[in-house]
């Protein structure tokens, strides 16, 4: 099982899914509607190290999270 | 070292500590940066959320970086509320050279703006709203759409 | 405003002196850039020489520079003896943004370095040696040769 | 009569002249063997303002002064 969990201003609670790869979790996003911006413009990170292609695989156990966009200071 | 307080920071006494840490540590040149709340658009103060797994792995990155030019770097951020002309950010830079120093500390602080995972939200009216557009999107961001 | 003090400054009172008369002018950014006296080539510390007439017009020169890009600029500097590991300089810049603030203080440190009218020398065994391999003719030197 | 200062590291003690021009001050210096290097590396300021030309002329009153290579910080 990996944990999908969405940070900052994103306000959706944590998911817990049965999927191999960021193409499946991409999937499954999509079909939610208030999704769509995020999806555009959030960063994706697995186990705390941020990840540059959807077909990064995942196994049991990761932790992805959804990072928008940032403005620190 | 990284350190993260709730609310503002109390910039003087922090200046001072980093300043003191370093006095026997050989370094000619130190210049922290300062970010205050400024007055505009009408918000009564800021908000922060941070995500510190990822900030330290960003501050451990550019500490490694820091060290490959014989520099070190600090930081410190707030979390939750800050209010108008309280300050909520600090990044400093002690080198041995004031080149080094000078250089480092605007390539730290734009990164750092570019992609430390904080969010900002304006306070205003009681309510905490996100200031998507004063933010950036992390390199890399849109693979999921 | 433009301080100068007999001796090592007191970086930390300065910074928070300065911090605090700025606390309400809606600033969003305060970079300082600390000097601080290093061990090398043997010195147990520099003293200094100022001429003060020239140092106050280069200083307003710089106050109005600032000005024109909605910037204030603070400097104190050390007359005389500073030992190892104490601070002779301090450079501030406060501006309402960043990237202002973070060209500015580099222009305005190095113009100093190469502009101001002071002169270092360094303290060696009961010596006060004129640091002339550091020291920088200013533009315009050789007229009279 | 125009004052002459030497400033911060160069040992020598100011000077009181009847000259109306840089160029007579260059070639009274140019005869002190102590001055030559510092002819060469020195600033020149009249009145507390920097002078780029040895033509800059002089009048009674007016204070000269060399400066050095300089090193604050």
């Known amino acids: ?73 | 070292m990284l350190y993260l307080y709730d609310g503002a920071l109390d910039v003087p006494r922090i200046l001072k500590e980093w300043y003191e840490q370093e006095t026997s540590s050989n370094y000619g040149a130190y210049i922290p940066f300062v970010g205050t709340v400024r007055s505009e658009g009408g918000i009564d103060g800021l908000s922060f959320d941070i995500y510190e797994p990822i900030l330290n792995s960003w501050f451990d990155a550019w500490s490694e970086k820091a060290k490959a030019k014989g520099a070190i770097i600090k930081m410190a951020h707030s979390r939750g509320d800050v209010m108008l002309h309280e300050s909520s950010y600090i990044a400093a830079v002690f080198s041995p050279k004031r080149r080094v120093a000078l250089e480092f500390i605007d390539e730290f602080v734009e990164d750092f703006k570019a992609s430390a995972p904080i969010w900002k939200y304006d306070l205003k009216g009681g309510k905490r709203i996100y200031a998507l557009d004063r933010s950036t999107a992390i390199k890399g961001s849109g693979i999921l759409q």
Do not use: H
Request: charged letters at 25%.
């Open chain 1, 1 to 73: 099982m990996v944990r999908v969990e969405f940070l900052g201003p994103i306000q959706k609670e944590p998911l817990e899914l049965y999927i191999t790869n960021l193409n499946e979790l991409a999937e499954i996003l999509k079909k939610d509607a208030t999704m769509q911006e995020w999806l555009e413009n959030s960063a994706v990170a697995v186990n705390d190290t941020l990840v540059s292609s959807r077909d990064f695989p995942l196994k049991d156990g990761d932790r992805v999270a959804l990072l928008p966009p940032v403005c620190g200071g």
